[in-house]
């Protein structure tokens, strides 16, 4: 059976087990097929394929329109396959979402939006394509860190980016390509370590430096892109471990 729940307004925390209950609808009938009462939240909308098990929910869910911050650690969801974080979402909290296993996807904003995504806030997560809004964007450390199963990365619909701390995108073992945009500043110390199955980077104009081990254990890299008139300095051990064989530095690099 398949079916929607509508769950509530908008509160405070939520878990596997806040969850009130799941409805499922016999799609051809348009009839009520169960109704399995669980406890209270005021935050989730459940949608898709829903069954119960004896851990809690198996499905996709969406966090509700108006929710502003994440704070809970979601990581426990074990049965969700997928989670949808709505625009009105400004604050993913330390951890929030880490190790949650099942994909995430990020709904469109508008250009004056903003997101802060706190250190470890989605570190191995099973988001696969990460396409990150517009609007501003505060990234700390470990923030989509040790994401086994991160593709791709596309930030080009920033309209600034913000980076605190080290290690943002490292240890994301399946990340094939990243697009930086044209708003970052710099890219961090080890932001893209070990990132193994990465074999080329075009690095923006808008990049004044790259910091220490930026690409350090890139074993896959061969081919980087500098921008002319972007960076100025290139930090110690880069490009570390990669399989570059020649690196034009443009002009503007002391």
């Known amino acids: 059976a398949t079916g929607d729940l509508d769950v509530l307004s908008p509160g405070a925390g939520y878990t ?4 009130t209950k799941v409805v499922t609808h016999d799609d051809e009938a348009g009839t009520l097929v169960t109704e399995t009462p669980l406890r209270a939240t005021e935050t989730m909308v459940w949608e898709g394929t829903l069954s119960t098990t004896d851990t809690g929910v198996v499905g996709r869910v969406r966090i509700r329109d108006g929710i502003t911050t994440l704070e809970t650690n979601l990581g426990d969801l074990t049965n ?9 979402v400004r604050t993913i909290r330390r951890g929030a979402l880490q190790n ?11 250009a004056d939006d903003s997101l802060h995504v706190r250190p470890n806030a989605l570190r191995g997560t099973g988001i696969r394509d990460l396409v990150l809004p ?15 199963s991160l593709r ?3 930030l080009t619909a920033c309209t600034t980016v913000t980076l605190k701390g080290t290690h943002h995108f490292s240890g994301c073992a399946a990340l094939r ?5 044209k708003q970052i500043p710099l890219l961090a110390a080890s932001m893209c370590a070990n990132a193994t199955l990465l074999k080329s980077v075009h690095v923006p104009a808008s990049v004044a430096r790259l910091d220490a081990d930026v ?37 503007s690099c002391a």
């Open 134 to 148: 517009a609007g501003s964007l505060l990234l700390e450390s470990h923030g989509f860190a040790e994401c086994a």
């Open 215 to 251: 690409f350090s254990g890139c074993t896959g890299l061969q081919h980087v892109h500098l921008a002319e008139g972007g960076v100025a300095s290139v930090g110690a051990g880069c490009f570390a471990g990669t399989s570059l064989t020649r690196c034009v530095l443009p002009a």
């Open 16 to 19: 596997a087990s806040d969850i």
């Open 152 to 154: 791709t990365v596309d």
């Open 177 to 181: 390509h990243i697009d930086f945009g």
């Open 100 to 110: 949650f296993a099942g994909d995430i996807v990020f709904l469109p904003r508008s």
């Open 80 to 88: 969700v396959t997928a989670l949808t974080i709505p625009a009105s």
